[in-house]
């Protein structure tokens, strides 16, 4: 009982981390002057670690924002490369 409580929590921090890092690219994007990034975001790091319906606004403001930068930029996809994290 206790591995599998322990278990649990180890998944929920890192959950609640990977967003956080996310976020704090989201906000550096927007710092940026990404203005496709400020008008697609604004899912906080618990909504979307902690909760189905904040983890799927976060997925959809993903699908707009990528939607909103290859319109604004023909098609072009070099914007979205920091979508792509690997930490």
């Given at each position: 009982m206790f591995e599998r409580l322990r278990k649990t929590a180890a998944d929920t921090v890192t959950e609640i981390a990977g967003h956080r890092g996310f976020?704090?690219?989201i906000k550096a994007t927007i710092a940026g002057g990404d203005q496709e990034a400020a008008e697609a975001f604004r899912t906080g790091t618990v909504a979307a670690a902690l909760t189905t319906r904040g983890r799927d606004a976060r997925g959809e403001?993903?699908?707009d924002y990528v939607g909103k930068v290859l319109a604004a930029d023909d098609g072009n996809a070099d914007r979205l490369r920091w979508l792509h994290r690997r930490r």
């Open positions: 976020t704090r690219d403001e993903i699908s």
